[in-house]
T-cell receptor, first 112, second 117 residues
C-alpha cells in the first residue's frame, strides 16, 4: 500500500530563513509526486509536481523539491521564506485511478 | 469563478440523519474525486469518477456512503444514517485525466465541512 510520511508537523521560522520540509513515500507504481499548499481559509493548491525527468522540480512562489529515488524522498525547499508562506503543506504520491495519498501535513508559521 | 465549486460549505446535522453534498467540477474536466479530511490529517481518497463511471472506491467508503455523477458533470456524495465519526471536511477535486498520459494536476474545491452532533 502506498504511504507518505512528513517528518515535521509544526515548523516555526523567521522571515528570510531557509526552509526544508521532509517527505518520504512508499508506492508500488509509477511515482508521481506532489506538494500542495493550503493557505488559511483557502482550498488546496498545487505547488509543484514530479512525473519524470529532472529530479529537481521548480514550482510556484520560489519553491522547489528534489526527488531522490534511492531515499524515497521528495523534500520541499525554499531559500528565503516570507510571512505569506504561512500555511499547511501536504506531500502526496500517486494519482489517477488510485487517487492521491497525502501525508499528514506540516503546519508552517513564519514570524515577521 | 471557474474553479471547483462545492455546496454547502458547512453542514450541521443530527446523528442518524442523511446528508447530501454537491460538487461542480471545472467544466472540461472528466475526472472527479472525493476526499475526506479530518483534523490533523491529510486528505484521504474516497472515490473517483471518469465521466459518469465510478471507477474506484476506497475501503473508507462504507455502505452508508454513495456517490453519483449521473451526467458526467456535477457529482453528489450522500451519507446515510450519519455518525459522529463522519464529521470531517469533504473535498472534491477534478482533473482532465486524459487517457495514456500521466495523472494531470487535480484542482480542489474549498470543501464541505460536516459536523454531526
Amino acid at each position: 500500500a502506498q504511504s507518505v510520511s512528513q517528518h515535521n508537523h509544526h515548523v516555526i521560522l523567521s522571515e528570510a530563513a531557509s526552509l526544508e520540509l521532509g517527505c518520504n513515500y512508499s508506492y508500488g507504481g509509477t511515482v508521481n509526486l506532489f506538494w500542495y499548499v493550503q493557505y488559511p481559509g483557502q482550498h488546496l493548491q498545487l505547488l509543484l509536481k514530479y512525473f519524470s525527468g529532472d529530479p529537481l522540480v521548480k514550482g510556484i512562489k520560489g519553491f522547489e523539491a528534489e526527488f531522490i529515488k534511492s531515499k524515497f524522498s521528495f523534500n520541499l525547499r525554499k531559500p528565503s521564506v516570507q510571512w505569506s508562506d504561512t500555511a499547511e503543506y501536504f506531500c502526496a504520491v500517486g494519482g489517477g485511478a488510485d487517487g492521491l495519498t497525502f501525508g499528514k501535513g506540516t503546519h508552517l508559521i513564519i514570524q515577521p | 469563478d471557474t474553479g471547483v465549486s462545492q455546496d454547502p460549505r458547512h453542514k450541521i446535522t443530527k446523528r442518524g440523519q442523511n446528508v447530501t453534498f454537491r460538487c461542480d467540477p471545472i467544466s472540461e474536466h472528466n475526472r472527479l474525486y472525493w476526499y475526506r479530511q479530518t483534523l490533523g490529517q491529510g486528505p484521504e481518497f474516497l472515490t473517483y469518477f471518469q465521466n459518469e463511471a465510478q471507477l474506484e472506491k476506497s475501503r473508507l467508503l462504507s455502505d452508508r456512503f454513495s456517490a453519483e455523477r449521473p451526467k458526467g458533470s456535477f457529482s453528489t456524495l450522500e451519507i446515510q444514517r450519519t455518525e459522529q465519526g463522519d464529521s470531517a471536511m469533504y473535498l472534491c477535486a477534478s482533473s482532465t485525466g486524459l487517457t495514456g498520459l500521466n495523472w494531470i494536476e487535480a484542482f480542489f474545491g474549498q470543501g464541505t465541512r460536516l459536523t454531526v452532533v
